[in-house]
Nanobody
Framework: QVQLVESGGGLVQPGGSLGLSCRFS????????MSWYRQAPGKERELVAG????????SYADFVKGRFTISRDNGKNTVYLQMNSLKPEDTAVYYC????????WGQGTQVTVSS
């Protein structure tokens, strides 16, 4: 069964950087498309970035383009989200997602951007 565990969240000042990691446990990590979502209090969960299974094609929400980078290491069964130039509105719980024929979710990691 697929299990996802995020790490790397924390408190950072505006303009700062954080790197998130998501470790995938289960079979055939390389066959899953991976993505990061986030959810702020009182708001719907929204897609932040995605990366394809084999080709490594990436996509980003408009509000993070040029600031965030998603990547994956299939040898380590891990997907990453490097977040630069963080803004207070980036504050949210960030969730890792895996998809093939269905979606799997991690528990989330809190990112707080504040002075």
């Amino acid at each position: 069964q697929v299990q996802l565990v995020e790490s790397g969240g924390g408190l950072v000042q505006p303009g700062g950087s954080l790197g998130l990691s998501c470790r995938f446990s289960g079979f055939t990590f390389s066959s899953y498309a991976m993505s990061w979502y986030r959810q702020a209090p009182g708001k719907e969960r929204e897609l932040v970035a995605g990366i394809s299974s084999v080709g490594g094609r990436t996509s980003y929400a408009d509000f993070v383009k040029g600031r965030f980078t998603i990547s994956r290491d299939n040898g380590k069964n891990t997907v990453y989200l490097q977040m630069n130039s963080l803004k207070p509105e980036d504050t949210a719980v960030y969730y890792c997602n895996a998809y093939r024929v269905s979606m799997y979710w991690g528990q989330g990691t809190q990112v707080t951007v504040s002075s």
